[in-house]
Structure formats: structure tokens, C-alpha cells
T-cell receptor
Framework: GAVVSQHPSRVICKSGTSVKIECRSL??????MFWYRQFPKQSLMLMAT?????????EQGVEKDKFLINHASLTLSTLTVTSAHPEDSSFYIC????????????FGDGTRLSIL | GNSVTQMEGPVTLSEEAFLTINCTYT??????LFWYVQYPGEGLQLLLK?????DKGSNKGFEATYRKETTSFHLEKGSVQVSDSAVYFC????????????FGKGTKLTVNP
């Protein structure tokens, strides 16, 4: 149980393109979803937290106009990297949690984004 | 605030060796404790968890015991396999109104045949 599907797994695109990444909880309702960015050989950096039907809460230093998050239902959240540039190239991982903060987060398999 | 201190890697072992990855934490009260594993090129998977003092979480041959007296949650496996090569993260759930999962820095394990 507790499966989170993230799609696509890999994206390569030109600078200036906008890229959408989807995160779905397949067998549970995700009260809260999270988006992380991971740099090589480092731990995960939380970008934003979203609750279904409300605006995402962004961490300090994360541009909300650059990284658009939509959490339209209890099973789907999307991250759109707008007008992507090479410095946005990274590994993006979503997670989803059912219930309160004492419950574990369940992670997707990540999206490798490469901007040329 | 809450924090997790995790043994720094990398750790390199031969197959069938014994593994210990140390994790200690600082937190208010007695939170749940988690170990996550990240295989190369993938996201994180919940490996095991413990929800109260003296609980032992176990999965895939890995174990960790919640020790409140030493504020520790060390990960152990009696006989590692090549397929256990991954990065392991100790983590605390969010506290005090924050939604942030508190991760350790991760320990990279390489198991050689």
C-alpha cells in the first residue's frame, strides 16, 4: 500500500520551456503533498507544502512564480517549472501524506529534469 | 529545534557483513522515528518506522530500536547484500506547527560482492 506515482521520470527540454510534473497517490487520499529538490550527493530540500484545495506554502528562497504548484484533488498535485533554465536542472521528488504529521510521507520515484 | 544527526558515510562493506548506521535525534517529546532508503536514481522509500519508546521497526532484514534514554534510532542489518547499496536517511516527523520532515544528511552504503 501507500504508493505514490510521479510522472514523467525524466525530461529533457530546451531553455525557456515550461515543464509540468505530476504526483499521484494511488491507494490513499493525500491530505498533504510535498515537493522536494535534490542536488547531487545531498539530502532533500523541501520546496513547498500543499494541502488539497488551498494555496501552497513555499519555503524561504523558493520562487512561487517560478515553481507553480496545484493540488486540485486529494490524489493529485502538479509542479510546473515555468520558463525553465539550465540552473533549474535537478532531481525533483514529490511525497504525499495521509493524515497528520506523525504519519510517514510516501515518496514518488522522482523526476530528472535536464534543461539544455 | 528538532534535529537529526546521522553517521557520515560513505560506508563500504563486503556482502554478508554486519551493518550499523547511527542516528541520534533532538526533539520535543517522543515523536515517531523513520528510516528511509533511496536506491540509485529513485525517490525515497519508507524502510521502517517506530512510533514509541522501545518499539523496534523492522523490514527487509533491517531493524532499528527507538531508545529514548539515548535518543537514538540506529539502523542495523545482520548480513548485507549487494542490493542494499543505497543512501539511507534517518528522519523525524514535523513538530511545532511546521510541516517539514527533518532528515539526517544521509549515509551512502556500498556493498561489494
Amino acid at each position: 500500500g501507500a504508493v505514490v506515482s510521479q510522472h514523467p521520470s525524466r525530461v529533457i527540454c530546451k531553455s525557456g520551456t515550461s515543464v509540468k510534473i505530476e504526483c499521484r497517490s494511488l491507494d490513499f487520499q493525500a491530505t498533504t503533498m510535498f515537493w522536494y529538490r535534490q542536488f547531487p550527493k545531498q539530502s532533500l530540500m523541501l520546496m513547498a507544502t500543499s494541502n488539497e484545495g488551498s494555496k501552497a506554502t513555499y519555503e524561504q528562497g523558493v520562487e512561487k512564480d517560478k515553481f507553480l504548484i496545484n493540488h486540485a484533488s486529494l490524489t493529485l498535485s502538479t509542479l510546473t517549472v515555468t520558463s525553465a533554465h539550465p540552473e533549474d536542472s535537478s532531481f525533483y521528488i514529490c511525497s504525499a501524506r495521509e493524515g497528520s504529521g506523525h504519519q510517514p510521507q510516501h515518496f514518488g520515484d522522482g523526476t530528472r529534469l535536464s534543461i539544455l | 529545534g528538532n534535529s537529526v544527526t546521522q553517521m557520515e558515510g560513505p560506508v563500504t562493506l563486503s556482502e554478508e557483513a554486519f551493518l550499523t548506521i547511527n542516528c541520534t535525534y533532538t526533539a520535543t517529546g517522543y515523536p515517531s522515528l523513520f528510516w528511509y532508503v533511496q536506491y540509485p536514481g529513485e525517490g525515497l522509500q519508507l524502510l521502517l518506522k517506530a512510533t514509541k519508546a522501545d518499539d523496534k521497526g523492522s523490514n527487509k532484514g533491517f531493524e532499528a530500536t527507538y531508545r529514548k534514554e539515548t535518543t537514538s534510532f540506529h539502523l542495523e542489518k545482520g548480513s548485507v547484500q549487494v542490493s542494499d547499496s543505497a543512501v539511507y536517511f534517518c528522519a523525524l516527523p514535523p513538530q511545532g506547527g511546521s510541516e517539514k520532515l527533518v532528515f539526517g544528511k544521509g549515509t551512502k552504503l556500498t556493498v561489494n560482492p
